[in-house]
């Protein structure tokens, strides 16, 4: 199931990621960059519900789908905390937890799966807020301004993306530890 309705919309996640990172190339200002830049990626994160619930709904679900989902999501989110870091607007040690997380949990679940263990490290409520904080975060730090006269964006944003890095955190420390009973049996 290569080119589902569901899969296409996970696909286009991927397309936009050069999108969302071409905006701040235009020749427009700087306000006109992160209002393209923050509704590209709105859109397109929303899609990430949308094409969970029609695979369901249309009854085509795939092991392709399901693969290619969450790797879209960590594509998506990982460029635009790229994109915050170039434009200086989340630190360093922060976009290094995240990204460092999605890669070290990526890993893991492909050992754990070699190693016939992968229900030991499936998706837990934990990394599900994680990912739901992170996609409020980023739309608010591209922004970065005042959203309807009085809400600062990059304020809010700052702090839910802290508040991202302790679920970031919290959901490494789950996965490790329900993978802990099969790494030990396969390390002896």
């Not at 200002?29 to 695979?55: C, K, P, Q």
Request: hydrophobic share 60%; with cysteine.
């Amino acid at each position: 199931m290569f080119l589902t309705l569901p899969t296409l919309f996970t696909w286009a996640r991927i397309v936009a990621i050069p999108l969302i990172v071409g905006v701040f190339y235009l020749n427009v200002s700087m306000e006109h960059r992160n209002l393209f830049a923050t509704v590209i990626f709105v859109v397109v994160a929303l899609t990430d519900w949308l094409d969970g619930y029609l695979a369901r709904k249309l009854n085509q679900t795939s092991s392709f789908g399901a693969f290619l989902d969450p790797v879209a999501d960590k594509f998506l989110v990982c460029a635009a905390l790229l994109i915050l870091l170039e434009l200086g607007r989340v630190n360093a040690l922060v976009a290094l937890v995240i990204i460092g997380r999605e890669i070290a949990i990526s890993a893991l679940r492909e050992w754990m799966a070699q190693l016939g263990a992968a229900r030991s490290v499936a998706v837990h409520m934990v990394g599900k807020l994680k990912t739901t904080v992170q996609m409020v975060a980023i739309p608010f730090l591209l922004y970065d301004g005042l959203l309807f006269g009085w809400i600062e964006t990059r304020l809010w944003g700052t702090w839910l993306i802290l508040a991202a890095v302790v679920l970031t955190i919290w959901s490494m420390v789950y996965y490790l530890q329900k993978a802990l009973p099969e790494i030990r049996a396969h390390a002896k």
